[in-house]
């Protein structure tokens, strides 16, 4: 009996530790447009996690092609699914492409964040620049509307996702807009502090 009793308190313990996981929700940049999916930053950012002997789950629901709408209506499926604890949103690079309403798409990123944090989960938001031809009056509001929603709801944020790989042609796609495999180690280091530091605030 007490044998019997010990397993089943092991069970328990052992059940009752979860590993963390990571949701991505992103567009092509973070799906890997061009590219097979090992080679994304996504992937390489759960290989050094794997490397650092961090029980970590991560899941990649990027999409090509994905808009902050799509991704709200995605969202509250996902999160009943895997159960995050972090939360990468990476997402409004294709609002911006199509010359959407800044103030919808800063609204639909802000219900991602407040629907990620009724269900326990943190948010890293992960910012990105539209091309120059846009116009200023446009891709300066678009730009700075991260660091607004990051201030507003205290999150860990990352200026521009492409820093470092956008302005060297060698490292972007020919279309310009999506970077190579070769650039998605440096899009790794841009991400990478910020989840070293939601993963040790998550820590107990």
Known sequence: MRRIAL???????VSGLQANTL?????SLSAGYGMSPEETWVALMEERLQDNDQDIQVV????????SMGGLQRL????????????????GANDGLRGFPIAGIQENLASMIEISHQANADVIILGIRIPPNFGSRYTEPFFNQFADLAEQYDLL????????VAEYHSLMQADGLHPKAEAQPIILENVWPLVEKALGQRSP
């Open 7 to 13: 397993v089943l308190t092991l069970v328990l313990l």
């Open 23 to 27: 949701l991505v929700m992103g567009d």
């Open 60 to 67: 990649n629901a990027s999409i090509s092609g994905e808009t």
């Open 76 to 91: 509250p499926a996902l999160l009943e699914r895997h159960q995050p604890d972090i939360v990468l949103l990476e997402l």
């Open 157 to 164: 944020y990352l200026p521009f996702l492409l820093d470092g």
